[in-house]
């Protein structure tokens, strides 16, 4: 699809940018002691040299916080502007940005916590201080005095100058989420009785003084953009009506852009995971562009470039403001300035990204290994000829370990790549997970496409064995084969009502599984009769025809809460789970809204309960205190476990010598990689889900 929109070039004071797409502020963590490294750079120039038109470097802290432990874990991986030593690294920056074409934009920040100078201790600040000053800090040690904001002023000036200096472009304030700058904006945060609090006017006074002094020491032809939450989602602060007010406040002292976001940080509802519909606040850009001639643009929640060229074409914003988009896909720009969007990789909006920041760890992503795993590079750095491109590689499993390793191998040059499954057609998993993921069909497509676009031989409905191991003939085996599941022995596991995620599986593949009635093997025949197309897989599970209305789901992990999530409207669901808490394997961003979503949609989630028995009346219990009850369902939907899949291996070691042979993925959950476990906060996880089957297999086909 072509995107004219999204091509054209626009301005942002005297900055002129080669197309609309903005890479928005992020902290990725990836800092080296608060200063730019090589790491930072080259993360940064893949982006620029993949089409973006503005980057913005994300969280450049004001303040001086080396040798300190702040509480809001973010901090540590912010980009220090607070002193002249810095200057290299952002030119650095600069430098690469602009080789490739891109404009360089930072985001000058100050979070929760502050000092003067490096001399004093670093404490949790606020402008008032009965309000809780953020996540992680708690309520607010000191209350800002009118000499320490003059202060605070005059550090975001220096900092701009510093910027400048490096050949920065653009300096942005980031005034939204909940950070101090919002805080004094914010009706809710706000609560001061001198000049900086009250009228609009006045609790945009720190806002407008840092204005001032930007203009003061860089001059008015340094472009100032302003990033702004029209509705921070609090209660008692900043709505949309609003929006008048602050913007006639703020462009009377000399701002060129307007990026328009949602939210607080501590907002009682979330506003940027997969809870969140796509778009669902463009309409504050839009709102906002009623009071202002400057460009102005959304960015919250947006990661289709169907949804960035309606932004254009309906005037909601002057460009498309994405963040973890461009974490995921670092070439958007090119591939639509030259017409492939089709190869534009995805963002499934995990928030496994989100998962890692918050705790102040390296960012990670499901389906870009190379933002963590930078050392080992892109396919282009590792090009293979001669003797090399011509090795013999056969993979076996089609899902997205196997599928990663493949397209990985093809761009490094390897001509004989070869990929075969005993299913019928490739993306393993993930072909169920879609029918109850609505971000995960893009994935599948996209895959479909790589192995079009890279010419990768899939030969499906191929059962692997040693002999053909041995036949084929291979210099390099890649065993991709997925887990042996197992069910927990529980008295009824074999009974008509209950449905397990292999019996799901076997569904999607068209498979017939013995005992759980008439409807569910036709369903299995037509399925395999049509290939399984989405939709009616969609449209099966939602019905009552296979899965009842009463429904009970055992386990209150990751998967158990996926499975309610997507399956509850018009049924009655009870999510049982042995553990105090529900939720585990789901990250700090998720969790609580996910649970809190369920909560509000009926499902009942019962906890410290042990399953005895599976009935013709649901499932039989038994809470904390031994007593036994029954859970009425008519569907009992319950989880297997992985276990390691390594027969062929251990086979095939005897055969073809381990030196050319490598297991992935959830085949082994334990498989660790050389210099990863150390750099890994995670390790390696009992159960893999998509990041680290994508991840093993880039990184097998990188260190091949």
Not at 564 to 588: C, D, F, H, L, Q
């Amino acid at each position: 699809m072509k995107y004219e929109l999204l091509n054209k070039p626009f301005k942002i004071g005297n900055v002129e940018l080669r197309n609309r797409f903005v890479m928005l502020p992020m902290t990725i963590e990836k800092t080296d002691n608060y200063h730019v490294g090589d790491d930072l750079v080259d993360f940064y120039e893949q982006r620029a040299k993949g089409g973006a038109a503005l980057i913005e470097l994300g969280s450049c802290y004001v303040c001086d916080v080396f040798d300190t432990h702040p509480k809001y874990h973010t901090t540590t991986g912010a980009v220090g502007v607070w002193d002249d030593c810095f200057i290299p690294g952002l030119t650095r920056t600069a430098e690469v940005c602009h080789k490739h074409g891109a404009k360089l934009a930072a985001q000058l920040q100050l979070c929760y916590e502050w000092r003067a100078t490096g001399e004093d201790e670093l404490h949790s600040y606020a402008p008032s201080k009965d309000v809780v000053s953020g996540p992680f800090v708690g309520m607010p040690e000191k209350e800002f005095t009118k000499e320490e904001i003059a202060i605070v002023v005059k550090q975001y000036g220096e900092a701009a100058l510093r910027c400048k200096k490096a050949g920065i472009d653009i300096i942005e304030i980031h005034a939204g989420i909940g950070y101090m700058v919002m805080r004094f904006i914010s009706k809710y945060s706000n609560h001061r009785t001198d000049e900086y609090g009250g009228s609009t006017e006045n609790r945009c006074r720190l806002l407008t003084e840092i204005i001032d002094e930007i203009h003061k020491t860089c001059g008015d032809d340094m472009p100032i953009l302003i990033r702004y939450s029209a509705d921070d989602l609090m209660p008692g602060g900043q709505r949309v009506e609003d929006l008048k007010e602050v913007i006639e406040c703020v462009e009377k002292h000399g701002v060129d852009a307007w990026s328009i976001q949602a939210g607080f940080h501590e907002a009682p509802r979330p506003v940027a995971n997969q809870l969140v519909p796509e778009g669902e606040f463009i309409y504050l850009s839009k709102e906002a562009k009623k009071y202002t001639t400057l460009p102005c643009f959304p960015g919250t929640r947006i990661n289709h470039l169907d949804v960035c060229e309606k932004i254009l074409a309906d005037g909601s914003g002057d460009a498309a403001g994405m963040a973890r988009h461009w974490i995921a896909e670092p070439e958007i720009g090119i591939k639509v300035a030259e017409g492939r969007s089709e190869e534009v990789r995805p963002c499934i909006v995990c928030s496994r990204c989100l998962d890692n920041i918050f705790i102040g760890k390296p960012c990670k992503c499901s389906v870009n290994p190379n933002v963590y795993f930078s050392q080992y590079g892109l396919p282009a750095d590792h090009q293979v000829t001669g003797e090399e491109a011509e090795k013999k590689i056969l993979i076996v499993g089609a899902g997205p370990a196997g599928l990663e390793a493949a397209r990985n191998l093809k761009m490094r040059g390897f001509k004989n790549v070869t990929v075969v499954d005993q299913k019928k057609k490739p993306c393993g998993l993930l072909n169920l997970a879609q029918v109850l993921n609505e971000e995960l069909p893009p994935m599948v497509d996209w895959y479909n496409n790589e192995i079009k676009r890279l010419g990768i031989d899939v030969r499906c409905n191929t059962k692997v064995d040693v002999n053909y191991l041995k036949d084929f003939g291979a210099d390099e085996v890649i065993l991709a084969v997925g887990p042996e599941t197992t069910s927990p022995d529980v008295p009824g596991k074999d009974r008509k009502n209950v449905i397990d995620s292999h019996a799901l599986k076997e569904l999607v593949e068209g498979k017939g599984t013995p005992g759980k009635g008439f409807m569910w093997g036709l369903s299995c025949f037509g399925m395999g009769i049509l290939g399984a197309p989405l939709g009616l897989m969609q449209w099966g599970l939602g019905t009552h025809l296979l899965v009842k209305k009463r429904m009970a789901v055992i386990g209150g992990g990751f998967a158990g809460i996926e499975v309610a999530s997507s399956m509850n409207e018009g049924r009655e669901v009870t999510v049982i789970e042995p553990a105090k808490k529900a939720g585990a394997e789901i990250g700090i961003i998720d969790k609580n809204p996910e649970l809190r979503k369920l909560k509000k949609e009926g499902v009942k989630i019962l906890t410290l309960t042990k399953v005895k028995a599976y009935t013709d009346e649901g499932v039989l219990c038994e809470d904390a205190e031994g007593k036994e009850f029954t859970v009425p369902a008519d569907t009992i939907i319950t989880g297997t476990t992985m276990i390691d899949n390594t027969q062929l291996y251990d086979e095939a070691k005897g055969v073809l010598g381990e030196e050319h042979l490598h297991l992935i993925g959830n085949a082994s959950p334990h498989t660790d990689w050389e210099g990863v476990a150390a750099n890994d906060p995670y390790g390696t996880p009992e159960f893999k889900r998509l990041l680290e089957a994508i991840r093993d297999g880039y990184l097998v086909a990188m260190q091949m």
